[in-house]
């Protein structure tokens, strides 16, 4: 069983920054393969960033290319997305995600645990 809490979402202004954590608990954390989702009001889930873990990489989704860091911190069960230059687009709840079969995924499908997520509110 994998629990995972999302913190750091805020209401700021476009251009502002945002740092969001994602803590899992569980054994072997440094094996997961972890992602990050948002959902805006009345759209689907859609994919944000995941840890390639292969090599060391990224993969990021065209829309925060550039304005978006992810990180880990393996001795602490942590993830993080850093959020430059925000957007009125960025609005949505962010949810991280965790899949343990080792496959790296933009599907939400591809992944079994979630977080309850943590709401992001950029205004104009």
């Known amino acids: 069983q994998v629990r995972l809490v999302e913190s750091g979402g805020e209401s700021v202004q476009a251009g502002h920054s945002l740092r969001l954590s994602c803590v899992a608990s569980?054994?072997?954390?440094?094996?997961?393969?972890m992602g990050w989702f948002r959902q805006a009001p009345g759209k689907e889930r859609e994919f944000v960033a995941v840890?390639?873990?292969?090599?060391?990489?990224?993969k990021y989704a065209d829309p925060v290319k550039g304005r978006c860091t992810f990180s880990r911190d393996n001795a602490k069960n942590t993830v993080y997305l850093q959020i430059n230059s925000v957007e009125p687009e960025d609005t949505a709840v962010y949810y991280c995600?965790?899949?343990?079969?080792?496959?790296?995924?933009?599907?939400?499908?591809?992944?079994?645990?979630w977080g309850r997520g943590t709401q992001v509110t950029v205004s104009s």
């Open positions: 840890d390639r873990r292969s090599d060391g990489g990224v």
């Open positions: 569980g054994r072997a954390f440094e094996t997961y393969v």
């Open positions: 995600a965790a899949a343990l079969s080792g496959r790296v995924t933009s599907v939400p499908n591809g992944y079994y645990y």
